[in-house]
């Protein structure tokens, strides 16, 4: 998995790069086939921006979010990322087909 912390306006400190990476850890802990993640921090006046890619097998899933503390933004990132990965799980895991054999058998 590749990983990309970037950050407009804002110096990434090795304590918010490690910060982000604990929690991706969360995330990415439920569903295996992440291939790349991309995280841009920015600020804005008074306001703290977080927003990540993740790329899947299939899709990519953006996320962002935003308020005047960089830490709860990247907190109610990652919640609004653990949501999106588990919905897109349960609807890739919806498609398993059983065989032709076993539906003619019913």
Do not use: W
């Not at 110096?11 to 790069?17: F, L, M, Y």
């Not at 977080?50 to 503390?69: C, N, P, W």
């Amino acid at each position: 998995m590749n990983l990309t912390i970037t950050g407009h306006h804002l110096e990434v400190t090795p304590a918010i790069r490690e910060y982000v990476e604990t929690k991706l850890d969360r995330v990415i802990r439920h569903f295996d086939h992440v291939t790349s993640v991309s995280v841009i921090l920015s600020v804005e006046k008074l306001r703290q921006k977080a927003e990540v890619t993740l790329h899947v097998r299939g899709k990519d899933i953006f996320v962002e979010a935003e308020s005047e503390d960089m830490y709860a933004t990247l907190d109610n990132l990652m919640d609004k990322l653990d949501r999106q990965v588990l919905k897109h799980k349960e609807k890739t895991g919806e498609h398993t087909r059983e065989a032709l054999k076993h539906q003619a058998a019913e």
